[in-house]
């Protein structure tokens, strides 16, 4: 029997980041960028007023009457965009919208709140000081500097960045295109009649959610039955599509369970008993070889245990072929409100609501039974309780260390 840590070393040196691409800013929107950004030239180029008003030169002002404000001929009117061909000559002021490039000569702005604002003639309630409200040339950043390094996440205030470095494009790490390939002759769409002895598939529509959750993208493949030839049929077609394979499902060891027979000539995928609950049966490796090879997950049906496979194993590993560098979810310990049964041997995981605060510390409970975990109770849950493969109980008060899966 495999170990959780075992599984889990397997899998994260078994998938690397998604090639990456030059894509579009829009595109890059919640993606990891994979090269650094570097500003081509000063930003702002040249000195530039940070707030709407008068451009003076302050060694102009002084030896007015004590009290009484200054008055000065406006020279110019000037624009942000406009040129910066303009100099202020002595004694005169420039108005100037923010943004605006400031004329030569001038080493200040004047807000327009603290003068009378005029239009011919300006008066200055107030004497501004070298440098105010004057944002210099490379204030910003200056050309050559890195304004952004590869591995950032690519949010709104790093496109602005990007954008106000003059990049249209970014080479960044795509999102992987996740197929998810539910399998089970016994399994019906919702919204139809399932046939006798039939049930609802939900473990597809719970990853294609867990999966759009990580940042990737998914795409469903639907039901497909117990047959080999359709499965395989299936998975090859699916190949030119995805980036990652997720199956749930067809993972008994009986005769009518397929998946391993499929995936034998199809790639190299290795079955193993992993020693956690539920869900003890996975399968990982690749479809197809060379360059081509895309990682398979073969997950449990059971929708509670293709859930917590998907956020011990799955997850992990699309976040780190997507560049990102924080892998798992965030952690808490608590104190378990009541006791339960563990399997000894196997890691435990129990769908649990944590409660509490960072400041008084926090408590969890399990959401219906431990020994049986239930979708409905899922349902219910915030988090994952951890129970080590040494315990065999847990007792109540005991600390336990909790997967936040939501706050």
Do not use: K
Not at 44 to 70: E, F, S
Not at 137 to 152: E, I, K, N, S
Not at 166 to 194: K, M, N, Y
Not at 236 to 247: C, G, I, M, S, W
């Amino acid at each position: 029997m495999r170990s959780v840590q075992d599984q889990l070393a397997a899998v994260l040196a078994g998938v690397g980041p998604v090639a990456p691409l030059d894509v579009v800013l829009a595109d890059a929107a919640g993606t990891i960028l994979a090269e650094d950004v570097v500003a081509p030239a000063d930003v702002p180029a040249r000195p530039v007023a940070a707030r709407d008003g008068y451009a003076v030169a302050t060694g102009d002002l002084r030896g007015g009457a004590p009290g009484a404000p200054l008055v000065l001929p406006v020279a110019h009117d000037v624009l942000a965009g406009d040129p910066a061909a303009l100099r202020l000559a002595p004694g005169q002021a420039v108005r100037i919208a923010s943004g605006g490039p400031v004329p030569a000569g001038a080493d200040a702005v004047v807000p327009a709140e603290d003068t009378d604002r005029g239009a011919v003639r300006v008066a200055l309630h107030r004497v501004p000081v070298p440098g105010e409200h004057v944002r210099a040339v490379g204030a910003d950043t200056v050309r050559g500097a890195v304004v952004l390094a590869a591995g950032t996440r690519l949010g709104a205030r790093q496109l602005a960045t990007a954008a106000a470095a003059g990049r249209g494009r970014l080479r960044v790490h795509p999102a992987p295109r996740v197929v998810i390939v539910s399998i089970g002759s016994e399994l019906a769409e919702p919204g139809t009649p399932p046939r006798d002895g039939g049930v609802y598939e939900s473990a597809g529509h719970a990853l294609e959610a867990a999966v759009r959750d990580t940042g990737a993208t998914p795409v469903r493949a639907g039901v497909v039955p117990d047959d080999r030839a359709v499965l395989s049929e299936a998975l090859e077609d699916q190949l030119v599509r995805a980036d990652v394979v997720v199956t749930t499902g067809g993972l008994s060891e009986s005769q009518h369970d397929t998946l391993a027979d499929v995936l034998a000539p199809l790639g190299t995928v290795r079955f193993d008993q992993v020693a956690m609950a539920p869900g003890f049966r996975h399968g990982f490796g690749t479809l197809g070889d060379g360059p081509h090879a895309v990682p398979l997950f073969a997950l449990p049906g059971h929708p509670v245990a293709s859930q917590v496979a998907f956020e011990v194993f799955v997850r992990p590993a699309l976040r780190a072929m997507a560049g990102h560098t924080d892998l798992f979810r965030p952690s808490v310990t608590a104190r378990a409100d009541v006791g339960w049964p563990s399997p000894e041997g196997v890691r435990q995981f129990v769908p649990a609501a944590v409660v509490g605060t960072p400041g008084e510390g926090y408590r969890v409970t399990p959401v219906g039974d431990p020994a049986v975990p239930s979708i409905t109770g899922f349902a219910h849950a915030n988090a994952l309780a951890v129970v080590g493969e040494q315990d065999s109980a847990v007792v109540a008060g005991q600390v336990v260390h909790c997967l936040v899966l939501e706050g």
